[in-house]
């Protein structure tokens, strides 16, 4: 076989075998190929997206980290900093639901123990194809139309598999769930979506970088054993999932959540040491990878003894030790003569810890062999040197037929047939809230241990955002996850906007104010100009609105080539925030609280239904015209919030605090009776369409006062010029508009029967 | 009063019984690590949640060799403490058949985590002296293998004896018989059980409820008055 050939296989194109070549000055040999590939795939190099990436802003008064390391740094208050980022695990997750998600959560608590932090709370975005429907209890209510060929139940085996995989690693590994979100789509049938991310604590002092500096200081590793496990899992994630996926699971890396344990306490242990330089996790490419990065950003070379490296299997080739993706693996660099004392803490714990190679003044990642070079590449040709693929992203006119239905809003749809009889609101509000997507995700949040480490004020299900508090001191973190791939289908720049809304909402909604952005954006192939040119749209989208709320993205992911022969994935942008509640006392709950309380409506008052999970359930559309989401408003909105939700130090004005998304206002109406069995007299006569009770436009929030309060919120809401109106009164345990009425229980029996496995 | 914590390779919880017992009481407490034999230091043996040696095994089967827990029989016989374990500490304590009886997979086999409601079924013990009999608690359960099972004899006996401390009420979250959710030994000095006291000792997290069980060891354990709270957030004033 040729070189070039050798390189294709390797997934690697001949313009790239070509630079690799003059960046060498010689044909590579196999070994430096198989490096190549995993430094420039997709997964590590970002090389198609990070054109886009640079459309993100990244600065802010409290950023002490943006993106370029393992994970983004916030300082809160008292010295205390957040670190926090988001990580896909897709692929290895459409494979092998069980140790795919496992594994893509044992990889991002490293990326956040790597900053010195000790991780403090995990969140999951997940998605599916749509599942079969679970009846109604009792059998009441009509089911929706069979989705044929068993989808149904390929969507329900990789749910219980993610589930049971995060679970397995989470639990067991100490770090409570406390949030994120799960959405059913047939555009995730084939390819479903694993996004996690990783929320840690640390003082300012105690920030660590993954760096390796000073010539002759020591590189370790330490942890598990080096294994056969998961070889060219960086370049499997960066191809489309074609044919039999069985054929993958080889590329899967297996997850072992005690020995991930133990790596936690014995890194944290020597991140009390000063001679410790730098650190980072093996994640994707393994030891072919992490190294030269830890030398770029030292501006330095590193060479490793092939021989040092502890092995689980025999006969492991150099090849294969160096490309291998065992898991709980990481790479510290130390002052040279104190590495005894690292490799005691880590023996310790019952760990694997080798000295396997040094710093070097020459800027080159050097492969050793009983003391031969087997491999020599420059570090930057490695770690930058990867070209930008040369497709363009079209502009939007040539592609305007590609926006989903153009101008389909719901009355523009009316005349079609609903697929579902509608007899009424009551009967309407009852089936969204028994759709997987909209319903209770109880079934999912209750086999995540959510409460370990005792700092999880508002856990999962209870509010838009979780709740943690942080030991000894007043300030308590707001953290989200979250994004909507529809709206992007329909309208990926509108829908960019709209995945940085919905999470600013949510930490809104406790009373935090948010202050930074994590994010993973998971596309399809991105050679193709369609999925390029919804890449391009959804970041300008993402950007615009983060601009609006001067928020930075100070870390982030990107996972391309999402889908099969048969479909791709929606446009999916992640979005993760952190939002900062100055004092834990003035928390915001979300349902109502008391009777008599007042509730309004805040934001935009009226809109189009376009994208909804209405439109789903009941006319099987995907489709329609998103409402432009005004920004100016968005910013005005977030002042209202933050000024009702007392901040400056004022207690709260508000009683509760909810953000309209899927399923729109009753949705948002009834979810806010369930938690203490309280209803309302609802008086919106003006807006009891389809469209406006069910439609799902931006910028809203549903919030009860008490009537005592009603002047002074009258007085913020009109001196920062944000539309409201009075939607009724909390009163009883029936939701009742248009004088007909129907219990809260009712509507909760539906809700917590959407996702009965 | 000393008490001890003891870290197993595995353990998650061992922090957060620590910080009850120290920030919150201001109990003198240590961080023990499994291979310590010596415990004659120590009033209370606490063994925290988490999953001791990965319980890829079966829960507590390979940390019942621990040298720590190797110790305990002996702790136990000279009667120098109390034994306090929780979840995997109470799973560690029946494989090392310091309580009788075993804690089988989840009836639905699956992890359960969330709050449930326990009956306190005898409130003579130095566990529970706090409590009222009959009274209700709300704690977390956070498990994968929390279905108490034992013989029809061993039932029968901790019956007699009123070694079942508290029960699930009205839902029986794992299936566990007679719906045990905590027992004690006949010398009344060793006590398991499934809930998590410890993540529910503030107003922050719930009721507080959990506080009890660790004030009424301290004053088991403290001669003179029971400890005052030192802590801002404990249940007296929590926010």
Not at chain 1, 483 to 488: A, H, T
Not at chain 1, 590 to 596: K, N
């Amino acid at each position: 076989m040729t070189k070039l050939a050798l390189a294709q296989r390797h997934g690697l194109s001949a313009r790239e075998f070509q630079t690799i070549c003059e960046l060498l000055g010689r044909e590579p040999n196999e070994l430096e190929l198989g490096l190549f590939s995993l430094n420039w795939s997709e997964h590590c190099s970002y090389k198609s997206s990070k054109r886009f990436l640079k459309l993100l802003p990244t600065t802010g008064k409290r950023v002490l980290q943006g993106p370029g390391e393992n994970a983004g740094v916030l300082e809160l208050e008292n010295n205390w900093c957040v670190v926090f980022k988001v990580e896909s695990h897709n692929h290895p997750s459409a494979v092998e639901p069980f140790n795919g998600a496992a594994t893509g959560v044992g990889g991002i608590i490293r990326d956040i123990l790597s900053m010195g932090a000790r991780p403090i709370a995990l969140l999951d975005s997940l998605r599916f194809g749509d599942l079969s429907p679970f009846p109604f209890p009792k059998g009441k209510g009509s089911s929706p139309p069979s989705l044929g060929e068993g989808l149904g139940e390929r969507s329900q085996r990789l749910l219980e598999g993610v589930v049971a995989g995060i679970a397995h690693y989470g639990n067991c590994i100490g770090i409570p769930t406390v949030g994120g979100d799960i959405c059913f789509e047939e555009a995730y049938t084939d390819n479903c979506l694993v996004n996690t991310m990783c929320v840690g604590l640390l003082k300012k002092s105690e920030l660590k970088r993954a760096v390796a500096q000073g010539v002759g200081n020591r590189i370790l590793l330490v942890g598990a054993r080096t294994g056969r496990d998961g070889i060219h899992g960086a370049t499997f994630a960066s191809e489309d999932l074609l044919g039999e996926t069985e054929e993958k699971r080889p590329n899967v890396q297996v997850g072992d959540p005690f020995t991930g344990k133990l790596l936690i306490e014995a890194t944290l242990e020597a991140c009390q040491l000063s001679e410790l330089i730098g650190l980072q996790d093996l994640g994707a490419g393994g030891l072919s990878t992490a190294p030269p990065e830890m030398a770029a950003r030292g501006e330095v070379g590193m060479a490793i003894d092939i021989e040092e490296i502890p092995l689980r299997a025999e006969k492991m080739t150099p090849y294969e030790i160096l490309l291998s993706e065992s898991q709980e693996r990481m790479v510290l660099c130390v002052k040279d003569g104190s590495e005894q004392k690292f490799l005691k803490i880590y023996r310790k714990w019952g760990l694997e810890a080798d000295v396997i190679g040094e710093v070097i003044r020459e800027r080159v990642y050097r492969i050793r062999h009983e003391g031969r070079t087997i491999a020599e590449v420059p570090v930057r040709a490695l770690v930058e040197g990867v070209p930008e693929p040369r497709a363009e992203a079209p502009g939007s006119e040539d592609l305007s037929p590609l926006k989903g239905a153009e101008g389909a809003c719901l009355s523009t749809l009316l005349p079609a047939q609903p697929v579902t009889s509608v007899t009424g609101w009551r009967e309407a509000l009852k089936k969204l809230l028994h759709s997987p997507t909209i319903g209770s995700k109880r079934w999912v949040y209750e086999q995540y241990d959510h409460t370990v480490q005792t700092n999880t004020v508002i856990g999962p299900g209870a509010h838009d955002a979780a709740l943690l508090r942080v030991k000894g001191e007043r300030f308590a973190l707001a953290v989200t996850m979250g994004g909507n791939g529809r709206y992007c289908f329909l309208d990926p720049y509108e829908g960019g906007i709209r995945a940085v809304c919905e999470a600013v909402h949510n930490l809104l909604s406790v009373g935090a104010e948010p202050i930074g952005i994590t994010d993973c954006l998971n596309f399809a192939n991105p050679t193709d100009p369609e999925v390029l040119w919804s890449l391009d749209q959804t970041v300008r989208g993402m950007a615009q609105a983060a601009q609006a709320f001067e928020l930075p993205f100070v870390s982030g992911n990107v996972s391309l080539y999402n889908q099969s022969e048969r479909r791709k994935i929606y446009p999916t942008p992640i979005v993760g925030m952190i939002g900062l509640l100055t004092d834990i006392v003035h928390r915001v709950p979300m349902g109502f609280q008391r009777e008599g309380d007042l509730l309004y409506l805040i934001g935009k008052l009226s809109g189009k239904s376009g994208g909804s999970e209405y439109l789903k359930v009941f006319y099987n559309v995907i489709g329609g015209e998103l409402e432009p989401t005004d920004l100016e408003l968005e910013r005005r909105l977030l002042r209202v919030m933050l000024l009702l939700g007392g901040a400056n130090g004022r207690s709260p004005l508000l009683r509760s605090a909810h953000d309209i998304s899927e399923g729109g206002l009753l949705v948002a109406l009834a979810e806010k009776g369930f938690a203490r069995g309280l209803g309302a007299k609802l008086e919106l006569d003006d807006l009891s369409e389809e469209e406006g009770l069910f439609g799902e436009w931006p910028s809203r929030f549903i919030v009860t006062i008490p009537p005592e309060n009603k002047s002074a919120f009258q007085e913020i809401l009109n001196s920062l010029d944000v539309p409201y109106r009075f939607l009724g009164t909390v009163s009883g345990r029936q939701l009742e508009l248009n004088g007909q009425e129907i219990s809260v229980e009712e509507l909760r029996n539906a809700y917590e029967s959407a996702l009965n496995l | 009063m000393h008490a001890a914590v003891v870290v197993f390779p595995g353990s998650n919880c061992d922090l957060d019984a620590y910080y009850v017992l120290k920030d919150l009481l201001g109990i003198e407490t240590t961080l023990l690590w499994y291979r310590e034999r010596d415990l004659s230091e120590y009033d209370l043996i606490l063994l925290p949640g988490g999953f001791a040696y990965g319980d890829y095994l079966r829960a507590g089967a390979i940390a019942r060799f621990a040298p720590v827990v190797q110790a305990l029989p002996e702790y136990i016989e000279k009667q120098r403490g109390l034994v306090l374990g929780i979840c995997n500490g109470f799973q560690v304590l029946t494989e090392a058949g310091l309580l009788p009886g075993a804690l089988a997979p989840n009836i639905n086999r699956r992890f359960i985590c969330k709050s449930v409601k326990l009956r306190v079924e005898n409130a003579y013990t130095p566990f529970t002296q706090l409590c009222r009999e009959g009274e209700l608690l709300e704690l977390p359960i956070a498990h994968g293998e929390g279905r108490y099972i034992a013989s029809e004899e061993t039932i029968e006996r901790l019956k007699r004896n009123r070694q079942i401390l508290f029960r699930y009420y009205e839902e029986n979250p794992n299936g566990s018989l007679e719906s045990i959710a905590g027992i004690m030994d006949e010398t009344g000095t060793v006590f398991g059980m499934m809930p998590h006291p410890e993540r529910n000792c503030e107003r922050l997290l719930g009721l507080g409820e959990g506080l009890k069980i660790f004030q009424a060891l301290a004053q088991a354990l403290t001669p003179g008055p029971s400890p005052v709270i030192t802590h801002g957030r404990g249940v007296a004033q929590a926010g």
